[in-house]
């Protein structure tokens, strides 16, 4: 499991690592920490991991998603799972308005 916190390293940071794997890579068991409510994490992501936010996230977590699994523990601002391909979002907590707004796809719970 990659361990990686947004309050240390950032919400871009995160996003970059997450855009660079490949279908082929070991590195599929993330855990983020320290969310403390970051707008678009875990957005655009196209390879099947495992996303685990340990906390409320704010606007468009898990937007444009393909084939990532994507878990809150905590609650989402709006836009959770925007434009979402394939894949799921599991939101733990309360997800607020237009979740899931313009999905094709995946599962949204």
């Known amino acids: 499991m990659i361990r990686y916190s947004i309050n240390g ?3 871009r940071g995160l996003n ?7 279908q ?12 403390m409510g970051a707008h678009a994490i875990a957005v655009g992501l196209d390879v099947p991991i495992l ?3 340990d906390g409320h996230v704010g ?3 898990g937007g444009m998603n393909k084939q990532a699994e994507i878990i809150i523990h905590g609650h989402s601002g709006p ?10 979002v599991r939101v733990k907590g309360n997800a ?3 979740a899931g707004a313009s999905g094709n796809g995946g599962m949204l719970v």
């Not at 970059?16 to 490949?22: G, K, W």
């Open 96 to 98: 607020s308005q237009s």
């Open 16 to 22: 970059e690592r997450l855009h660079q794997l490949t």
């Open 79 to 88: 836009g959770v799972a925007e434009n979402m391909m394939s894949g799921s």
């Open 59 to 61: 606007f468009y977590c």
């Open 24 to 35: 082929d890579t070991n590195e599929r068991h993330w855990l983020i920490t320290e969310p």
């Open 51 to 53: 996303v685990e936010i």
């Open 9 to 11: 390293h950032g919400v």
